[in-house]
């Protein structure tokens, strides 16, 4: 819930022309429906949840896709000023790790109920170093949701997996769309930025 109420906060740093809507709207529309999917979570109804969850998810994720289309198409105009620039690719960055590591977090293994459910997390998209060591400690061990985070702030940063290998094709291809939008959000965006700096 925070790296989503994060996420929609981060339009207040956004410059005006892309966002989607006014600044607060992103805001009202993930408190909206977190509403209702803490209260399915609460009552047991595990469906609705995940159908809300995964509802404000892709909200979220459309949209940072259109600012960060919208960014791009502006520069060839040259009408944002160099800070601008760093300010809105910083921004568009720190959402794409804060809205891939959610995405990770609510699909990997069933999403958190189902993982809530086992004694262990042993089969899901990602192989994280704990699941292979020995030990006791490690045969009770899931992963949280700073574990995932730090797997989209890997991918972003280094646009790949570094200690944590992935399984499954659909996450390949989320790591892939992920490392995507955050090389063209540093690469062709920041480096625009710095070069008219």
């Given at each position: 819930?925070?790296?989503?109420?994060?996420?929609?906060?981060?339009?207040?740093?956004?410059?005006?022309?892309?966002?989607?809507?006014?600044?607060?709207?992103?805001?009202?529309?993930?408190?909206?429906?977190?509403?209702?999917?803490?209260?399915?979570?609460?009552?047991?109804?595990?469906?609705?949840?995940?159908?809300?969850?995964?509802?404000?998810?892709?909200?979220?994720?459309?949209?940072?896709?259109?600012?960060?289309?919208?960014?791009?198409?502006?520069?060839?105009?040259?009408?944002d000023s160099p800070q601008v620039l760093l300010r809105a690719a910083v921004?568009?960055?720190?959402?794409?790790?804060?809205?891939?590591?959610?995405?990770?977090?609510?699909?990997?293994?069933?999403?958190?109920?189902?993982?809530?459910?086992?004694?262990?997390?042993?089969?899901?998209?990602?192989?994280?170093?704990?699941?292979?060591?020995?030990?006791?400690?490690?045969?009770?061990?899931?992963?949280?949701?700073?574990?995932?985070?730090?797997?989209?702030?890997?991918?972003?940063?280094?646009?790949?997996?570094t200690d944590v290998p992935v399984l499954t094709r659909w996450a390949k291809?989320?790591?892939?769309?992920?490392?995507?939008?955050?090389?063209?959000?540093?690469?062709?965006?920041?480096?625009?930025?710095?070069?008219?700096?």
């Amino acid at each position: 819930m925070l790296a989503l109420l994060a996420t929609a906060g981060l339009h207040f740093i956004l410059p005006v022309d892309l966002r989607l809507g006014p600044a607060w709207l992103m805001v009202a529309i993930v408190a909206v429906l977190l509403i209702p999917t803490v209260i399915a979570h609460r009552v047991g109804r595990r469906q609705l949840n995940r159908v809300l969850s995964h509802t404000v998810l892709a909200i979220v994720t459309a949209s940072m896709v259109w600012s960060l289309a919208l960014l791009i198409r502006r520069l060839p105009s040259h009408s944002d000023s160099p800070q601008v620039l760093l300010r809105a690719a910083v921004t568009l960055w720190i959402a794409n790790v804060l809205i891939f590591a959610s995405w990770y977090w609510r699909l990997d293994a069933g999403g958190p109920n189902a993982r809530d459910q086992r004694k262990a997390h042993a089969n899901g998209a990602f192989l994280f170093p704990q699941m292979v060591l020995s030990g006791q400690e490690w045969r009770v061990w899931r992963p949280g949701f700073v574990d995932y985070l730090f797997l989209a702030f890997n991918t972003s940063t280094a646009f790949s997996p570094t200690d944590v290998p992935v399984l499954t094709r659909w996450a390949k291809l989320m790591m892939m769309v992920q490392a995507l939008i955050s090389l063209t959000t540093v690469a062709i965006v920041a480096a625009r930025a710095v070069n008219v700096l």
